[in-house]
């Protein structure tokens, strides 16, 4: 059974770089083609693509961020991650980490989700 | 970019049927997927591809899609059913998941 968990600071300051960790279980980030997937929620809003990353590498991002964001692999340790730079109260929500089938788009597996709020 | 249209909410009898509707350009020609999420909880996946169920999803979720407009249908919709639910598109070469800003179904 595949399984994701989200990780990182509950609160960032304005101007500060998040930083969020995605553990997965039940699958290999080093053999599996999954789509890996970062996806956030304002509160009391709508659902927001960030970024993925495919198993080959290969990166997209919502243009959204412009560029203030970044998706990675740790294949040592079955992990992927997000860099989020710049942060402002307009970055608060919940984020949540989740994976897809290749070369389709649908979203299978998600995390629980963390929240993360930007305030000082 | 790409636009998905929902209604805010819709409200419906227990027994009912809910029809959540999700507006787009030609969007007949794209394949949705739509989730469940309720209060505290990461979304589910309950119909991908317009019309195909994950395992575990009830046969009283459907799905279609054509011309304009994509549509979850709730058959005897229960108590447990009450949720928001997002529509979504995939851009293939950006890899851009293109979200509806969402229905909250409201069993009366």
């Known amino acids: 059974q595949l399984q994701l968990h989200e990780s990182g600071p509950g609160l960032v300051k304005p101007s500060e770089t998040l930083s969020l960790t995605c553990t997965v279980s039940g699958d290999s980030i080093r053999r599996s083609r999954y789509s890996r997937v970062w996806i956030r929620q304002p509160p009391g809003r709508g659902l927001e693509w960030m970024g993925s990353?495919?198993?080959?590498?290969?990166?997209y991002y919502n243009p959204s961020l412009k560029s203030r964001a970044t998706v990675s692999l740790d294949t040592s340790n079955n992990q992927f991650s997000l860099r989020l730079t710049s942060v402002t109260a307009a970055d608060t929500a919940v984020y949540f980490c989740?994976?897809?089938?290749?070369?389709?788009?649908?979203?299978?597996?998600w995390g629980q989700g963390t929240q993360v709020t930007v305030s000082s | 970019s790409y636009v998905l249209t929902q209604p805010p909410s819709v409200s419906v009898a227990p027994g009912q049927t809910a029809t959540l509707t999700c507006g787009g350009d030609?969007?007949?020609?794209?394949?949705v997927h739509w989730y469940q999420q309720k209060p505290g909880q990461a979304p589910v996946l309950v119909v991908y591809?317009?019309?195909d169920r994950p395992s575990g999803i009830p046969e009283r979720i459907s799905g279609s899609n054509s011309g304009n407009t994509a549509i979850l249908t709730i058959n005897r919709v229960e108590a447990g059913d009450e949720a928001d639910y997002f529509c979504?598109?995939?851009?293939?070469?950006?890899?851009?998941?293109?979200f509806g800003g969402g229905t909250k179904l409201t069993v009366l």
């Open positions: 030609n969007i007949g020609s794209r394949s």
């Open positions: 989740a994976t897809g089938p290749p070369l389709r788009g649908e979203i299978q597996h």
């Open positions: 979504q598109v995939w851009e293939t070469t950006s890899d851009h998941r293109i």
């Open positions: 990353i495919s198993f080959s590498g290969d990166t």
């Open positions: 591809a317009d019309t």
